[in-house]
C-alpha cells in the first residue's frame, strides 16, 4: 500500500500525477486560511507554490509558527515556496506559468476588480476567498471554459447499445434458439438477451418500439406469456424487469456535445490556455468530435455493462462481446488522433496512449463549465444577504446586520471557520488541476451559524 | 474557552479536530483511539510522518501538540468501550471523528445515561463527524433536546439489504467479476480472519488465489492488483485531507456555537430550533444541506429522557 492509496482511490494515479506537477500561486497574507489552503494542497501531493505576500500583519492565531518547517515531511517531496512580496502595480508578472491561483482575503478592491477582470485568455483559474466569524465564501472565476474530463457522477445509466446493434452483438443474440431452452436454460440467461429478444418479438409482431410505459408489460406479454411461464421468479427475468428500460433508451449527451462545440471555437480563435494538459485534451476533444461525425453520432460503447445474474460463461461472452467493440471504436479514435494531431504523440513527457485510452473511456462524463462575467463589485451584482455582508466586510464598505445572532457571529473570531474554508478551496483547486469532478460554478457561501452552505451564480 | 473536551479517534478527523480545539485554546483536551499509525494515514493525518509509523496515534498527536504549542493534551491508547461512566461525567462536550458504528452508539448511550443519572445536573454535548471521500456528516447530540445517535440509527443503510449484496450462489458458481472471485477466496478458500492482512506473504497468498480463480473462470484480471483486492477485502473508504478538513472543522462550529450560545432553543417546550443534523457532499460542486433531526417517541435510548 502506498501513502496517497486512500486518495488514488478517489482521481487514481493519472490524477495524482497532476497534482504533484502542479504549480499554484497563492496571494495572502501570513494568515490562517492561507496556512490551512497550504497545508491542505500540500497533504494531497502539490509541492510548488508562489506565495505573493500582500504584506499585512494578521493577528489571528496561527498553527504553523514557522511555515516551512511545519509542512516539512507533509509530502513526500521537498514542499518548495516561492515567496516574494505582492507588487500591485506590476502588470507585467507572468500569470499564465500557474495551474491554478488562490487569492485569499485579499482587501485591494481596485487590483482584484482589475484581474479578474482580464480579458486574456492565458490567465489560470482564480478561486478568491474569504472568511469572517462563522462565514466564509469562495468564488471561482475562469477566463477559458473548464473541461470536466471525469465527473465521476454517483450512478451511471449503463447503455446497452441496442439502438445502434453491430453484427457481433446480433450474432451473439441470435445463437440462442429460445424455443429450445430448458427453464434452468433460460434462468440462466443474462438480462439483455432477454431485452433484445422481447424488442425482436414486438418488431417481428410489426408493432413499433414500445414505449417507456409500455416496456415492463410487453416483455411481461413475451417472456412470461411466450417463453417461460415459470420464470417470474428467476433472478434474470426480476433484472429485466428493473432494467427494462435500457432496452429502448436513446442516450442523450448534450453536455459532451456542448463541450466540443465549444473547444472547437476556442481552437479556431486560440484564445485559450496552452499548457501539456490543456493543449492535449483540447485535441483529444477535437479528435472526438470528428469521431461522431463519421459514426453517425453514436458515442463509444461502454465497455462495462454491469454485472448480470447469469451463467459465468455466458456472462462472459457478453461482456468480451462489448469490450471487442470498445477496443475497435478505440482504434478508430487512435487513428483520429494520429492522423490530425502527429505532435502529440512526440512529446516524451505525456503518456499518449494511456492518455487517449482514459479520455476515450470516461467520453460519457465530459462536462464543461463556461467562464463567468464579473459582477461581484457591483450593488446589484450579489443579492444573497450573507455573501453581500463578507464582501462589504472584506472591502470596508461598511454593514448592517439582518438580526443581532448573526451580527453577533459575525464579530466572533472562530478559527474552525477558516478550516472549514481552507478545506474548501483546497478541494476546488485539486478539481480545477485535476480536471476531475465539477467545480462550483461559482460561488460558494459557508454560513456556520445555520450549517447551511449556498452554492450561487454570480 | 473554560471546558473539559474529549475527542474520540486520532485518526483524519481526530487530528483536525485537536488542531482546532488548540487554536480555539480549549481549556482542557483529551483524546483517546486505539489504533498505531499506518502509511496510508499520512496522506490526511498531518500531526504525524513517516518516522512515527507503528507508534500510537493518540500518543504521536498529543506529543506534536505539546512540543509545539506547550499545551497539556491528555491522551488514552485503548478500546473507548472500555471506559467507564465515572470518565466520561468530566467532560463537557465529545466530539467524535470515529469510523464505526458500534462506539459510536455505545458513546451515545452513555451520554444519555449520564443524563438520566444525574438529572440534568450533568449534560454532555456530542458532535458526531464521519466522512467517506468527499462526503460527510455532521450530528450535534445535546441529551434530551435534540434527536440522539440512535434515534437515527434506520436512516444508515443496512448492508445486508443492500442493492451490492450478491447471492452465496453466484459466488460460489456463477462468478463473473473481480468482487465475486475475491468474496470467494475470503469466504469459502483462505478464511480471513485467520490472516494477516499487513503481512505482504499472507497478501500474496490471497491474490495468488484470486488470480488462478479469476482466470479458471475467465474473467479480465487487468484491474486485479494487490491494493484494489485489499481494497475489498477491507472495504477501504477513500479519503483526502479536504474533505477532512471541512467535517472536522463543522464539528469544531457546533462547539463554538453552543459554547457562545449562538443556538436556538424553544423556551415553550425546551427543543431545539437549530439545525441537528449536516451533510455534505463535494463530489460535483459542493452541497450541504442541514436541518432538524427530531427525535424518535420510541428511541430505546433517550425516549424516557
Known amino acids: ?458 | 474557552m473554560e471546558c473539559n473536551v474529549l475527542i474520540l479517534g486520532a485518526g483524519g478527523l481526530g487530528c483536525e479536530i485537536l488542531k482546532n480545539l488548540v487554536m480555539l485554546n480549549v481549556s482542557h483536551i483529551h483524546i483517546i483511539d486505539m489504533d498505531t499509525i499506518e502509511l496510508t494515514n499520512l496522506n490526511r493525518q498531518f500531526l504525524f510522518n513517516d518516522n512515527d509509523i507503528g507508534k500510537p496515534k493518540s500518543l504521536v498527536a498529543s506529543e506534536y501538540i505539546e512540543r509545539e504549542f506547550n499545551v497539556p493534551v491528555q491522551h488514552f491508547v485503548g478500546d473507548l468501550t472500555h471506559l467507564d461512566e465515572e470518565f466520561y461525567k468530566q467532560f463537557d462536550f465529545i466530539i467524535s471523528g470515529l469510523d464505526s458504528i458500534q462506539p459510536r452508539r455505545f458513546i451515545n448511550e452513555m451520554i444519555i445515561r449520564i443524563a438520566k443519572a444525574t438529572s440534568f445536573q450533568k449534560c454532555i454535548t456530542l458532535i458526531d463527524g464521519g466522512m467517506e471521500g468527499l462526503k460527510g456528516h455532521i450530528k450535534t447530540i445535546i441529551p434530551g433536546i435534540t434527536a440522539c445517535w440512535e434515534c437515527s440509527l434506520s436512516t444508515l443503510p443496512n448492508k445486508d439489504a443492500s442493492q451490492d449484496m450478491v447471492p452465496m450462489c453466484t459466488i460460489v458458481n456463477n462468478p463473473r467479476n473481480l468482487q465475486h472471485v475475491i468474496e470467494y477466496v475470503i469466504n469459502v478458500m483462505v478464511p480471513v480472519d485467520k490472516l494477516n492482512l499487513d503481512d505482504s506473504r499472507d497478501t500474496k497468498l490471497l491474490f495468488d488465489e484470486c488470480m488462478k480463480r479469476a482466470q479458471n473462470f475467465s474473467i479480465d484480471t487487468t484491474e486485479l492488483t494487490v491494493s484494489y483486492m485489499l481494497g475489498i477485502i477491507k472495504r477501504i473508504i477513500p479519503s483526502v485531507s479536504t474533505m477532512n478538513a471541512m467535517v472536522a472543522a463543522g464539528c469544531c462550529n457546533e462547539l463554538v456555537k453552543i459554547y457562545h450560545d449562538l443556538i436556538v432553543i424553544d423556551e415553550k417546550t425546551g427543543s431545539l430550533k437549530s439545525n441537528n443534523f449536516t451533510v455534505i457532499n463535494g463530489s460535483s460542486g459542493c452541497y450541504s444541506y442541514s436541518f432538524q433531526f427530531e427525535r424518535l417517541p420510541d428511541c430505546t435510548v433517550c425516549s424516557d429522557l
Not at chain 1, 117 to 123: F, I, L, N, P, V
Not at chain 1, 321 to 328: F, G, L, P, T, V
Open chain 1, 1 to 458: 500500500m502506498e501513502r496517497y492509496d486512500r486518495q488514488l482511490r478517489l482521481w487514481g494515479s493519472h490524477g495524482q500525477k497532476w497534482i504533484n506537477k502542479a504549480n499554484i500561486c497563492i496571494v495572502a497574507s501570513q494568515c490562517a486560511l492561507f496556512q490551512e489552503i497550504l497545508k491542505n494542497l500540500t497533504l494531497t501531493g502539490v509541492s510548488k507554490f508562489t506565495w505573493l505576500h500582500t504584506g499585512e500583519i494578521d493577528h489571528d492565531p496561527l498553527f504553523y509558527k514557522d511555515l516551512a518547517k511545519g509542512l516539512t515531511n507533509l509530502n513526500t517531496t521537498v514542499v518548495d515556496i516561492r515567496a516574494q512580496n505582492i507588487d500591485y502595480s506590476d502588470s507585467a508578472f507572468d500569470w499564465k506559468e500557474y495551474t491554478t491561483m488562490v487569492v485569499v482575503n485579499a482587501n485591494n478592491k481596485q487590483w482584484l476588480e482589475n484581474i479578474l477582470k482580464r480579458t486574456d485568455a492565458e490567465m489560470p483559474p482564480i478561486i478568491c476567498t474569504y472568511t469572517k466569524g462563522l462565514f466564509g465564501y469562495s468564488y471561482t472565476k475562469l477566463f477559458v471554459p473548464h473541461f470536466v474530463l471525469e465527473s465521476h457522477p454517483e450512478h451511471k445509466i449503463p447503455d446497452l447499445g441496442f439502438q445502434a446493434p453491430w453484427p457481433e452483438l446480433s450474432s451473439f443474440m441470435s445463437s440462442f434458439d429460445i424455443s429450445l431452452l430448458s427453464s434452468l436454460q433460460l434462468s440462466q440467461l443474462p438480462y439483455a438477451v432477454l431485452l433484445y429478444k422481447m424488442l425482436q418479438y414486438v418488431k417481428d409482431q410489426g408493432v413499433e418500439a414500445p414505449s417507456n410505459r409500455d416496456i415492463k408489460a410487453a416483455l411481461n406479454d413475451y417472456y412470461l406469456g411466450e417463453v417461460n411461464s415459470d420464470g417470474f421468479n428467476d433472478l434474470n427475468y426480476l433484472q429485466a424487469q428493473q432494467h427494462s428500460h435500457l432496452s429502448t433508451r436513446k442516450q442523450t449527451f448534450d453536455d459532451l456535445e456542448d463541450a466540443i462545440s465549444c473547444n472547437n471555437k476556442l481552437l479556431q480563435s486560440n484564445s485559450r490556455r496552452h499548457s501539456l494538459m490543456d493543449d492535449t485534451f483540447s485535441c483529444l476533444l477535437c479528435s472526438l468530435g470528428i469521431y461522431l461525425d463519421e459514426n453517425d453520432r453514436n458515442l463509444p460503447i461502454d465497455p462495462n455493462i454491469p454485472d448480470m445474474e447469469s451463467d459465468s460463461t455466458i456472462y462472459h461472452k457478453l461482456k468480451l462481446i462489448y469490450q471487442n467493440k470498445w477496443q475497435e471504436d478505440l482504434r478508430k479514435f487512435e487513428n483520429i488522433v494520429a492522423a490530425n494531431f502527429p505532435a502529440l504523440y512526440r512529446d516524451t513527457n505525456l503518456d499518449i496512449k494511456g492518455a487517449i485510452r482514459l479520455f476515450f473511456l470516461h467520453s460519457r462524463e465530459i462536462k464543461c463549465i463556461n467562464p463567468n462575467e464579473i459582477r461581484l463589485f457591483e450593488n446589484d451584482g450579489v443579492s444573497h444577504p450573507i455573501f453581500r455582508q463578507l464582501i462589504n466586510s472584506q472591502f470596508e464598505m461598511g454593514r448592517s446586520f439582518e438580526s443581532e445572532l448573526i451580527e453577533r457571529a459575525f464579530k466572533l473570531t472562530s478559527y474552525p471557520t477558516e478550516s472549514y474554508m481552507g478545506g474548501l478551496v483546497a478541494q476546488e483547486t485539486i478539481k480545477l488541476i485535476t480536471h476531475q469532478f465539477e467545480p462550483i460554478d461559482n460561488a460558494f457561501i459557508y454560513d456556520g451559524l445555520t450549517n447551511n452552505a449556498v452554492t450561487l451564480k454570480v
